[in-house]
């Protein structure tokens, strides 16, 4: 049973003159669910790809349980590259089977493993056909079985939901939950926020090649400034209190913005002195309003 | 995982993909069938040059078992046919069933061909005549004709070479040239077939869940080793397809010549494979799609091109000279060249041996210099990757 943690600490990479990575660091526990979201160009692939070691960082360092990643630990990784990759005229079986011995594995296991995740992913009719006769969420299938068929102690996918239909995005998220709940630390990429909020434990936001904030969904979500939902007739007295700001104003609603150590009761008692309140309510920003805000203020600050 | 098992794993899966393939089963029954083909037609050409069909008529006759053993000598087959009657005998060599027709009585004889009758067997008959009419006469005077031909026998010059012509000339020629031949088939073809697969893990992208687990030169290795082995064993099919064939039809001594011509084409084989698909890979990892591997490869097979073409010429011309015996120990010829100038047996001992470790320090730098290109440039898909670049990385 892998009980281990996968660091990425500090690490940096430059393509010339352009800065992808830039200190980027974090880490996922054992049986934990990691979302990787960020815009495009983000880094996120850079950094899978350093940790697979495909890729060279310039400075820092990939570490699995304590000790820096070499080829034999990055062999217990499975790994899906955002560029799809597997060889179109060789069957399915055989490529899993080769797949699963250049992992290390030994023949007779290989075939087991892959007659299990062929089972497993549902495609056992194409077992013997080529993969580029399969329909393209078929090889995202494969793909997946790729990454799986030698039970690795670690996953790495990049974008692994994209361009899968609903029933498939289901049985991955089956398979990845299933697979985080043994104990394999799973870390993912992904442009889908609704997915990423719903499946993972902790989420890390990436912009312009570094980490800008992590932890658990909720935890992301309380942060920032707090927000409040207030519905009375009128809203003149939100503006003599000090540190609100009427960000919102939609017939007798309005959203309001509350300063750092400003009291919501002391609002809810100002609004009732001034009128009925029907409505009263913290809002929490969505992943994707959150998304949105980083990637905005990192905008504008780059 | 060891190194062993890791590039031993690339190489079978390289050599059972490539062995399945249609295109290299039909591709072999090819080669064999156009060897075939060449051999029986050699065998026909050569068969018809040495043997003749003679009618002799009346008492012409009589000439038949002198006419045959005189002819053996000359180194031509005679067949003897007595005919009776002269005008259907004279239709046959008018169609061509008989070579000739002999009548009339010894010793004036008239010999009836087709176009230009044949001179050998002209001369052939002439002796024969003059021995008969020579043994009549010495009969007639009272002395013994065997003792006379004993005698003539015995006087002849001895002659003393200086530089004695090869009886197997023609046929080290020709194992020569087709071993040159072969050999510039399985590295051109091979070659591209390494760069071929170099290019397809690079454009469907597998090279990136590849190399998450192997190191690139395993990777290179495992392929070379794999395609390289495909190659050797169409080579020895279809080698041992051909000498079966001369063999059977009396082309080639095979026993000598062609047991030494196949060892020396294996050995040069797999120096001049692992010279070039090194070569072929790392120019093959530059690009990324098919496409464009044409460009980059251009420049090496027309180094195998050049070397089979002009090799090939001055060879012939005259496998001695400087020329030809420079280039043949010069790395990037030599697989092509020296084998056949072995077949040719014109290659001295140190020659091949200097060529032999040239060709391999050849290799270790360059699977060196072609490992760094390769392993820099396979994970850069997008634009053509400069060699520059690669280099430099």
């Known amino acids: 049973m892998p009980e281990g943690v996968l660091e990425i600490d500090r690490i940096s990479k430059r393509y010339g003159e352009v800065v992808a990575l830039r200190d980027m660091s974090f880490d996922v526990r054992a049986g934990e669910l990691f979302g990787f979201v960020g815009s495009n160009g983000a880094g996120k692939t850079t950094a899978m790809r350093i940790a697979l070691g495909v890729l060279a960082a310039d400075s820092g360092e990939v570490r699995w349980n304590g000790r820096a990643v070499d080829l034999d630990t990055r062999r217990r990784i499975g790994y899906m590259p955002e560029e799809r990759g597997l060889y179109p005229r060789m069957k399915v079986l055989d490529q899993l089977v080769y797949l699963a011995e250049l992992h ?3 023949t007779n296991e290989a075939h087991t493993s892959a007659e299990n995740w062929i089972a497993r992913l549902g495609l056992r009719d194409r077992r013997t056909d080529e993969v580029q006769r399969l329909s393209l969420g078929n090889q995202q299938r494969v793909q ?62 990436v912009s312009a090649g570094s980490m800008v904030a992590t932890g658990t969904v909720d935890e992301l979500r309380s942060s920032g400034e707090a927000r409040l939902v207030v519905e009375s007739p009128t809203t003149e007295w939100a503006a003599t209190l000090g540190g609100v700001r009427v960000i919102e104003k939609n017939g007798t609603r309005c959203v309001l913005e509350l300063a750092d150590g400003v009291d919501d009761q002391a609002v809810l008692h100002a609004a009732l002195s001034a009128g009925p309140v029907h409505e009263f309510s913290r809002q929490r920003p969505s992943l994707t309003e959150l998304f949105r805000n980083v990637v905005t203020i990192e905008g504008r600050s780059a | 995982m060891t190194s062993a098992r890791a590039v031993s794993l690339v190489a079978k899966r390289e050599f059972v993909m490539k062995v399945r393939t249609r295109s290299f089963l039909i591709g072999t029954a090819v080669i064999i069938a156009v060897l075939a083909g060449y051999v029986v037609l050699q065998s026909v050409l050569f068969d018809d040059q040495q043997h003749s069909v003679v009618g002799l008529s009346g008492q012409a006759t009589q000439l038949a078992d002198p006419l045959r053993d005189k002819a053996k000598a000359f180194g031509i087959e005679v067949e003897t046919r007595d005919v009776t009657t002269a005008g259907d005998a004279e239709q046959q060599v008018r169609d061509g069933s008989l070579d000739a027709l002999v009548t009339g009585a010894p010793p004036e004889l008239k010999m009836i061909v087709k176009g230009s009758g044949d001179e050998v067997l002209a001369t052939a008959l002439n002796d024969v005549l003059r021995q008969q009419v020579l043994t009549a006469k010495l009969a007639e005077a009272g002395i013994n004709p065997q003792e006379v031909a004993q005698s003539l026998a015995n006087a002849r010059v001895a002659v003393t070479a200086l530089e004695p012509v090869d009886p197997q000339r023609g046929q080290r ?221």
């Open chain 1, 144 to 205: 997946l079985a790729a990454a799986l068929v030698h039970e690795p102690d670690v996953l790495v996918l990049d974008e692994p939901f994209s361009g899968l239909d609903p029933v498939a995005v289901d049985v991955m998220s089956q398979v990845l939950r299933e697979k985080a709940s043994a104990g394999v630390p799973v870390v993912f990429s992904s442009h889908q926020l609704d997915l990423v909020e719903r499946l993972c434990d902790r989420v890390g936001i």
């Open chain 2, 173 to 393: 020629l020709a194992i020569g040239l087709i071993v040159a031949a072969l050999l510039y088939y399985s590295l051109l073809v091979y070659g591209t077939m390494v760069a071929q697969g170099v290019v397809e893990e690079k454009s469907s992208r597998v090279v990136e869940i590849l190399l998450a687990t192997v190191r690139p030169w395993q990777l290179l290795l495992g392929k070379v080793i794999g395609l390289g082995a495909v190659g050797l064993l169409q080579l020895l099919v279809i080698s041992t397809v051909g000498l079966g064939l001369s063999s059977a039809f009396d082309v080639i001594d095979v026993g000598t010549l062609g047991g030494a011509a196949l060892l020396t084409g294996v050995l040069w084989y797999l120096l001049g494979f692992f010279l070039y698909a090194t070569v072929f890979a790392a120019a093959a990892s530059l690009v990324s799609r098919q496409e464009e591997l044409q460009s980059v490869l251009t420049p090496i097979s027309m180094t195998i091109i050049v070397a089979f073409v002009a090799g090939i010429n001055l060879m012939i011309g005259n496998p001695s000279g400087t020329t030809v015996t420079v280039l043949s120990m010069l790395p990037p010829f030599a697989p092509i060249l020296m084998p056949g100038r072995m077949a040719l047996g014109v290659a001295p001992a140190w020659q091949v041996l200097l060529a032999v470790v040239l060709a391999l320090l050849a290799i270790a730098a360059i699977t060196w210099l072609g490992g760094k290109v390769y392993a820099n440039a396979v994970l850069r898909t997008g634009a053509r990757v400069k060699l520059r670049e690669a280099l430099r990385l």
């Open chain 1, 104 to 106: 290390g594995m030994g």
